[in-house]
């Protein structure tokens, strides 16, 4: 390996200049593109959530048993989805429209047990179902109980 000898590189650039090319060949921002993509991605989620729980209201379930039947519909829908690989192009195309609904939930939950499905069911699914929804889950809850106990201290 001593024996090959390398040139040296011939390209003299400064740093100012490697700024200006790179600034060049970066696409721009597509900021406005990519909100109205979730606004009306997430709009339609929770649409269809609304119609789902309208639904339940209207075959005869009270109202507030209703809004958790249709909550967790949706968290099935998102794992559904997830499942057929059809979640990731809603998120591909809607950005934070798809993450921030409970359907988001859903497939942060549902997407790392499949990857680690062919680890088996105890290493794999079990230990990887909660990756990422785990710290959500932790601080959503903490979160709660504080905000409880101010609650119970204020009243």
């Known amino acids: 390996m001593d024996s090959i000898k ?5 390209v003299n650039i400064t740093i100012d200049e490697y700024q200006k090319l790179s600034n060049m ?3 721009n921002p597509t900021y406005v ?14 649409g269809l959530a609304q119609i789902i729980i309208n639904l339940y209201v209207w075959l005869g379930v009270e109202k507030l048993i209703a809004q958790s ?3 967790a519909t949706m968290i099935f ?10 979640y990731d192009e809603i998120g591909r195309i809607g950005g934070a429209g798809s993450i921030v609904p409970v359907t988001g939930f859903s ?3 549902v997407s790392p047990a499949l990857e680690y499905k062919r680890e088996g069911y105890v290493l794999g699914v079990g230990s990887k179902l909660f990756s990422i929804a ?5 601080f959503g809850i903490t979160a709660s109980i504080i905000v409880g106990i101010i609650y119970f201290l204020i009243k």
């Open 6 to 10: 390398l040139r040296s590189p011939t």
């Open 25 to 27: 060949v970066t696409p």
């Open 33 to 46: 593109k990519n909100i109205l993509n979730a606004f009306w991605v997430g709009g339609i989620i929770c």
């Open 69 to 71: 039947a249709g909550t």
């Open 77 to 86: 829908i998102g794992a559904l989805l997830t499942g057929f690989g059809v």
């Open 107 to 109: 497939n942060s939950m």
């Open 134 to 138: 785990g710290p959500v889950l932790v």
